[in-house]
């Protein structure tokens, strides 16, 4: 079964802070996805890639780069957070475009004081 | 849009009793949506419960089903007795087939699901 890892799991910053946060997946999967989960939201999708050194915009990008090192490292990069950066943060990985099952990490709990 | 509507939570059903949580999909760019139940269990990711990509069909797993039905665009999830072990979250989403453009799904808001002993 796909395995993906995300670090850390929780962490505290405040506003204008600096935050990276880690994903790593171990199945070769070309797709990683970075989501958010807010109360009263689905998780939306801030940005994606399909392959190192690709990424694509999602639908709620602002505030927020990512970058993909290599196939199996995704970082989402938060570099003056804001309180409404405050959510669950899931990423995720697939196989291809044409596979829509998508794995999905623990997640990282973020809280921007 | 592309929307999924699904039951607020949270939802609270006794052991043994049945579940149904509703889930509805509008699907304006997409015209043979996918459709899926993803489940979150405390302190976990989000795992594939189950999945129908052909209206009509059903699909089920772990005693849960759910029936894509195009004529009232819905894909509720039904189980006729749950246990303790269910209580999680559970998302409706709907995503693109294979061959199409973009790889997105679209969530619902998820509903937690608590099952009391």
């Known amino acids: 079964e796909a395995a993906v890892t995300q670090s850390p799991r929780n962490k505290v910053t405040v506003t204008g802070g600096n935050v990276t946060l880690s994903c790593r997946q171990t199945n070769s999967h070309n797709y990683m996805y970075w989501y958010r989960q807010d109360t009263g939201h689905g998780l939306r999708l801030i940005h994606y890639s399909y392959g190192a050194g690709n990424l694509q915009i999602g639908d709620v990008p602002d505030g927020y780069k990512a970058t993909r090192t290599t196939q199996e490292d995704f970082f989402l990069l938060l570099e003056l957070a804001s309180p409404s950066q405050t959510s669950l943060y899931f990423c995720a990985s697939s196989v291809d475009r044409g596979r829509r099952e998508q794995y999905f990490g623990p997640g990282t709990r973020l809280t921007v004081l | 849009g592309d929307s999924v509507t699904q039951t607020e939570g949270p939802v609270t059903v006794s052991e043994s009793e049945s579940l149904i949580i509703n889930c509805t999909y509008s699907?304006?760019?997409?015209?043979?949506?996918?459709l899926f139940w993803y489940v979150r269990y405390p302190g976990e990711g989000l795992q594939l419960l189950l999945k129908v990509i052909t209206a009509g069909q059903k699909g089920s797993s772990r005693g849960f089903e759910a029936t894509y039905n195009k004529e009232t665009t819905s894909f509720h999830l039904q189980k006729a007795s749950v246990q303790e072990s269910d209580s999680a979250v559970y998302y409706c989403a709907l995503g693109a087939p294979p061959g199409s453009s973009g790889n997105k799904l679209i969530f619902g808001i998820g509903t937690l699901l608590s099952v009391k002993p």
């Open positions: 699907a304006t760019s997409i015209a043979y949506p996918n």
